[in-house]
């Protein structure tokens, strides 16, 4: 089994071009062996809507790591699989935004999967959202918040591969670089 880099991130605006949290879970040898979360401070404004979806103000983030010192802490661990995420696009979007948005380089590409996608080829004809994906699964969640957001996409792709989903077929490539 690979492995991989499950994670989710919080936005602090509608621009998602900064984020406000991240949890990351990391699944390899069939189980969720790591997990990591942080607040971190967009230095930005946010928008009341976020703020009342995730929680997360401006005095939540006070004294949080900036994206750049994050991603000193990160790095290594983002770089040691393939990413994965519920809606993974959107996710490695606001991670290239970041990237590019604070002018740090890190890669061409990445290899990646999406629990939606996942689940639209494995469980047809149902609703794929990740509420509906935990309550199916028996899985906790806090939705939206990015720690609780990130093991559950991970005990949702676990449950995909106990039901035997195969690996290579759910992995795509993202662009980091255009």
């Known amino acids: 089994m690979y492995r991989y880099i499950v994670f989710d991130v919080e936005t602090p605006n509608r621009y998602n071009d900064r984020m406000s949290a991240i949890g990351i879970s990391v699944v390899e040898d069939g189980s969720i062996t790591e997990e990591f979360f942080t607040y971190v401070d967009p230095e930005t404004h946010f928008d009341q809507f976020n703020t009342m979806l995730t929680g997360i103000s401006p005095e939540t983030v006070k004294g ?6 994050l991603w000193d802490r990160i790095e290594g661990i983002m770089s040691s699989g393939i990413l994965a995420a ?5 996710d490695l979007g606001v991670l290239k935004k970041c ?3 604070y002018g740090i380089s890190w890669k061409s590409s990445v290899k990646y999967c999406c629990t939606v996608q996942m689940g639209r080829k494995l469980l047809p004809g149902m609703s794929h959202k990740l509420d509906v994906m935990c309550s199916h699964y028996g899985i906790s969640l806090d939705h939206h918040k990015a720690d609780s957001d990130s093991h559950a996409c991970a005990e949702i792709l676990l449950n995909y591969f106990k039901a035997g989903a195969a690996e290579n077929e759910h992995i795509r490539t993202f662009r980091l670089d255009q």
């Not at 949080?64 to 010192?69: D, Q, V, Y």
């Open 64 to 69: 949080s790591p900036t994206f750049p010192e």
């Open 86 to 90: 519920h809606n993974a696009v959107f």
């Open 99 to 101: 990237l590019q948005g």
